[in-house]
């Protein structure tokens, strides 16, 4: 196979994972040790996500309608279930490793995102403890005139 076609598969491999995925982060992994690395691989694939590695100038010929904010070698993490618990992982790999700024960017509902909103979505609490602040707060109310109730009951029957 000549080069020319070897380059014009990858280019189509990119496209078809950008297309199929709902989000698409880029990630530094440089000054990281391989087996780091491959457990934060083995941590994205249980969020359903895939790290791929690509030439930047691949990449930019795959993407021509975005521009892309890519330097050095980049790791595109394509999130096919959900685009937000792979942040989670990845803000839990930069503690380890706060040296250098890691989120390069990323594509959220076909949107580029960049790098700061990535580390402020990654800083977030969890969907489900997000709920449950929400629950706890509704009920409150209601909870305070429910033990307000039982005082008054208390008192009328005293």
């Known amino acids: 196979m000549k080069n020319n ?3 014009q598969v990858i280019i189509y ?9 709902k989000a698409v982060i880029f990630y530094n992994f440089h000054q990281v040790a391989n087996e780091e690395i491959f457990h934060l691989k083995k941590d994205l694939k249980k969020t359903g996500s ?5 030439k930047n100038n691949l990449v930019k010929k795959a993407l021509p309608s975005y521009s892309l904010p890519l330097q050095q070698a980049n790791a595109f993490i394509f999130c ?13 790999f930069n503690q380890k490793y706060s040296k250098i700024k890691r989120f390069r960017g990323g594509i959220y ?12 979505w990654a800083s977030l609490p969890s969907k489900e403890i997000l709920i449950s602040n929400l629950c706890y707060y ?3 109310p209601v909870n305070r005139l ?5 005082k008054i009951k208390e008192k009328n029957f005293s």
């Open 13 to 21: 491999d990119i496209q078809s994972n950008f297309q199929q995925a």
């Open 109 to 120: 509902s076909q949107n580029l995102v960049s790098s700061v909103m990535l580390e402020k």
């Open 80 to 92: 096919q279930e959900d685009g937000y618990k792979p942040l989670a992982v990845l803000a839990r």
């Open 50 to 54: 895939r790290w791929k590695v690509y």
């Open 146 to 150: 429910i033990n307000i109730l039982i």
């Open 5 to 7: 076609n070897k380059k």
């Open 138 to 140: 509704l009920n409150w």
